[in-house]
């Protein structure tokens, strides 16, 4: 079977996406350093000599792997000011949970690898990342904030308690559901309390 999925032509894009997509459902079922680039050709139907040609080693697979989940979290939360805040900010937060519980491990790996490790590449990433969350925050959040240093600031002190609670509910500390009201709870008062108020301070 896998002989005859190496076979099959596939633009470089597409391979590439193969590839990685195989290393993800890898790295989330075990930790990344027990992960062989063999193990991602075979997974992924490919020579071994193909996952090298496109990502080097396994940390640099790994880092693709960050980058690719950085952008999927971003991407699930559709809901932005065409909807009423009240649901908005429920429906964004169930479907950022929904895509972290499908990949637990990979997250965890991330959340603890990225806070430990003195990595100057996964810094960069874990810092688009979070840029990536802001961005998209002020983008769907239009209606009832601006993209200010004190906005950016506090969505900042948002995503960091938003990892806690995550972490915590991931290793069955919270449930999901409180996990969850918290999320959405912290994050309205922060859009129509604490922004509008420290602005207002800064003046």
Avoid: C
């Avoid at 430990?116 to 990433?125: C, E, G, Q």
């Amino acid at each position: 079977m896998a002989k005859s999925a190496s076979r099959r032509r596939l633009p470089p894009e597409a391979r590439r996406e193969e590839i990685l997509l195989a290393a993800r459902k890898l790295f989330s079922e075990r930790p990344y350093t027990s992960v062989s680039t063999a193990d991602v050709a075979e997974a992924a139907g490919v020579a071994r000599s193909l996952v090298h040609h496109y990502f080097g080693g396994i940390r640099e697979l790994m880092l693709a792997v960050i980058a690719h989940g950085g952008a999927s979290l971003v991407d699930v939360r559709t809901a932005g000011p065409e909807v009423p805040l009240d649901e908005r900010l429920p429906h964004n937060a169930a479907a950022t949970l929904d895509v972290i519980s499908e990949n637990r491990e990979l997250w965890l790996a991330l959340a603890v690898y990225g806070a430990s490790v003195d990595d100057p590449d996964m810094r960069a990433l874990m810092k688009a990342a979070n840029e990536q969350f802001i961005q998209r925050t002020l983008a769907i959040n239009s209606d009832v904030i601006s993209d200010t240093p004190t906005t950016r600031f506090v969505l900042r002190s948002y995503n960091a308690l938003a990892t806690e609670a995550t972490r915590a509910w991931l290793m069955g500390e919270q449930t999901r559901e409180d996990t969850e009201r918290l999320l959405v709870t912290a994050l309205r008062n922060m859009l129509l309390e604490t922004i509008p108020e420290l602005e207002r301070k800064a003046r």
